[in-house]
Nanobody, 128 residues
Framework: QLQLVESGGGLVQPGGSLRLSCAAS????????IGWFRQAPGKEREGVSC????????YYADSVKGRFTISRDNAKNTVYLQMSSLKTEDTANYYC?????????????????????WGQGTQVTVSS
């Protein structure tokens, strides 16, 4: 069974940090582009970050640049999203997704609908 499972969400105060994990089973992540997305209530899903297959280039939404870091551990078949300096506006359900290699590159925001596999999401709430 092909599956992505996110974990690491929770409640954190503004300024705090969380690390999300995205573990794959049934397929390997190291030949795919991997993305993190989020969706807040009443808002559209937005791309947060992606990491490329070929050379581990990383890309970020402007809203998280400098605060979030995406990384991958191919040996563990897992991708991470380290989130720091969290703000209340970061509150959302966070999803990881895997797609073909081309989804993560300089034009990554144009390929947000091209991911094939999606996790169920993990809730991140930033509140005092």
């Amino acid at each position: 069974q092909l599956q992505l499972v996110e974990s690491g969400g929770g409640l954190v105060q503004p300024g705090g940090s969380l690390r999300l994990s995205c573990a794959a089973s049934g397929f390997t992540l190291d030949y795919r582009g991997i993305g993190w997305f989020r969706q807040a209530p009443g808002k559209e899903r937005e791309g947060v970050s992606c990491i490329s297959r070929a050379d581990d280039n990383t890309y970020y939404a402007d809203s998280v640049k400098g605060r979030f870091t995406i990384s991958r551990d191919n040996a563990k078949n897992t991708v991470y999203l380290q989130m720091s300096s969290l703000k209340t506006e970061d509150t959302a359900n966070y999803y990881c997704a895997a797609g073909p290699a081309y989804v993560c590159g300089p034009s990554w925001l144009t390929f947000l609908n091209d991911y094939h596999y999606w996790g169920q999401g993990t809730q991140v709430t930033v509140s005092s």
